[in-house]
């Protein structure tokens, strides 16, 4: 089985190239290295026995079309993507242009490669926009009403994967990520407060929480995502999936709780809420166990422990 991965050195796509090689894939991964790392593709390239070819490509560049065409991979995992929801309020044509235009790119090459299917990243967090409380846990059934340029990109990119469907046969499957986490996540980004948490208060910086700390999100484990994109390739065509916890944990209590793990007493400091931001965001993930065979199986104590212990780095020996 051949697959290609777009953002294939990102946290969550190198974590999905390591499950792929791990179950016998061949896999083509497409990156431009501007938020992915080549050093999270460690592994895949350093084993003689992968099957495994990296592309440093934008796929905003027409060429990828031509690449994936030539790859001829049977399933295309789509994680390539702008992420930052606040660089898509002050730049929304930029964010078109990388999420849908360069979708585009990726769709059409899987297309004329005769792909059988592309699995999205898909943003739970934003395409349902600011749901009223007593509809949490989000069903796949709400209305997608995003409230920010990114989450707008992310739902008409859904769109246009069905109308290829009626069109051209090409299978999908969009995943409506909740807030991933995990060892490999960037700690400088916009995105991941987790990562940006454990980086901080390892490194004795003070941490800063947007608004009053009371928003709150489904943070799910990078593993728990990686298996929903590998059943995805294989079930759940032509739905729209949610992957999620189905628990709301607040910024102040996620902060508290990794301040413990890491031994730091300082307290957060606060700062004004950012424009788009949701003030909770929680995802029913039934329709994904009905249909894909997954829930998660981290717990975020566990979850957030590994992260603290992947940015402390290999442990000095005796």
């Known amino acids: 089985m051949k697959a290609l991965v777009t953002g294939g050195a990102g946290f969550i796509g190198s974590t999905l190239v390591d499950r792929l090689l791990a179950e016998g894939y061949a896999v083509d991964v497409i990156d431009d290295l501007s938020t992915g790392r080549l050093a999270n593709l460690a592994n895949a390239r350093s084993d003689r026995d992968h099957d495994f070819h990296f592309h440093q490509l934008d796929i905003c560049d027409p ?24 660089v898509s309020v002050a730049d929304p044509a930029l964010d078109a242009r990388i999420n849908i235009l360069g979708s585009l790119n990726v769709i059409e090459g899987a297309r004329r490669a005769g792909a059988r299917k592309v699995v999205f990243a898909s943003s739970g967090g934003t395409i349902y926009g600011d749901v009223d409380p007593d509809d949490l846990p989000v069903t796949e059934a709400q209305a997608q009403a995003p409230v920010s340029p990114y989450g707008v990109s992310k739902k008409v990119v859904t769109d246009y994967l069905h109308a290829y469907r009626e069109l051209h046969q090409l299978e999908y499957t969009s995943l409506a990520l909740a807030n991933v986490y995990g060892p ?31 928003q709150t999100r489904d943070y799910v484990f990078v593993d728990d995502v990686v298996d929903a994109f590998f059943r995805a390739a294989d079930r ?83």
């Open 184 to 214: 490999r996540q960037d700690p400088h980004g916009e995105a991941g407060v987790v990562a940006i948490f454990a980086g901080r208060l390892l490194s004795g910086e003070r941490c800063t929480i947007f608004g009053d700390g009371g």
């Open 236 to 318: 759940g065509s032509g739905l729209l999936c949610n992957i999620g916890t189905g628990a709301e944990t607040s910024v102040n209590d996620l902060y508290a709780a990794m301040a413990l793990n890491a031994e730091v007493g300082t307290e957060a400091e606060h700062a004004p809420a950012r424009a788009g931001e949701l003030a909770r965001s929680c995802l029913d993930a039934t329709r994904a166990k009905l249909h894909l065979g997954w829930q998660p199986f981290t717990q975020l104590p566990e979850g957030t422990a590994a992260v603290i212990d992947w940015f402390r780095g290999p442990s000095e020996p005796v």
């Open 63 to 86: 060429s990828v079309m031509e690449v994936i065409e030539r790859r001829a991979p049977d399933v295309v995992f789509h994680l390539a993507a702008q992420i930052d929801v606040r």
